[in-house]
């Protein structure tokens, strides 16, 4: 059965410190996609990242970074330099191709909630 | 353009009665999604309409049901309300392909009592 799980419920860091969100998933498919999203307290997801699964390369996008291991089953998100803007709650999701592989059928990980101290 | 929205943005509703949630998609967008969210089981996939046609169904009872409008205006109604239904919607509209960024409302907050 596909699942995502995300162990860390709740982690809060300084400023400047660089913190790393984990993200492990479960699924029979050979093709799937997985995603980030954002939930500040205003309450919409905002799309981070998206990543299929035959693209294992690590992307960088500022101060963010996304390490994608099909070996471990992880997608793991890092936030260099972390700012007080950055406190939110993060999702990670998957998506199989036999649901469409669209964004539209996604399986949400329970999220983990940054705090970010100034 | 504008973006995705979601009316109302908080309902009270008593035990036993229906509701009816509203979603408008970002113009051009033909996929429609709504899921649940609650403290306790988290971001829960309700259903998916393409081009006014339930395309996908996640696990919840007959009582929640949606539609879609040829505009791509989604409804999502959910009828003998019980407690456990309080929770944030939040609606996603996307182009409807494989590799299309879905962008989400800000949900409507449905209290039941």
């Known amino acids: 059965a596909q699942k995502v799980t995300q162990a860390q419920t709740e982690i809060s860091v300084v400023e400047k410190e660089d913190v790393t969100l984990d993200c492990v998933y479960e699924t029979r498919d050979t093709t799937y996609y997985l995603f980030w999203y954002k939930q500040p307290p205003s309450g919409e997801l905002v799309f981070l990242i998206r990543?299929?699964?035959?693209?294992?390369q690590n992307e960088i996008s500022g101060r963010y970074s996304w390490n994608f291991q099909k070996s471990t089953s992880s997608f793991n998100f890092t936030i260099t330099a972390s700012q007080v803007v950055d406190s939110a709650v993060y999702f990670c999701?998957?998506?199989?191709?036999?649901?469409?592989?669209?964004?539209?059928?996604?399986?949400f990980g329970k999220g983990t909630k940054l705090s970010v101290k100034p | 353009k504008a973006g995705v929205t979601q009316t109302p943005r908080y309902l009270i509703k008593t035990r036993g009665q229906q509701v009816t949630l509203s979603c408008s998609p970002i113009s051009g967008h033909r996929s429609v999604s709504w899921y649940q969210q609650t403290p306790g089981q988290g971001l829960q996939f309700l259903f998916e309409y393409f081009s006014e046609t339930q395309r996908n169904k996640g696990n919840f009872p007959g009582r929640f049901s949606g539609r879609q409008f040829s505009n791509s205006r989604s409804e999502m109604n959910v009828s003998t309300l019980e407690l456990g239904d309080s929770a944030l919607y939040l609606c996603?509209?996307?182009?409807?392909?494989?590799?299309?960024?879905?962008?989400f409302g800000q949900g409507t907050r449905l209290t039941v009592v």
């Open positions: 996603a509209s996307t182009l409807g392909g494989r590799n299309t960024e879905a962008f």
């Open positions: 999701a998957l998506s199989e191709a036999t649901g469409g592989g669209s964004q539209g059928n996604l399986i």
């Open positions: 990543r299929n699964s035959f693209d294992e």
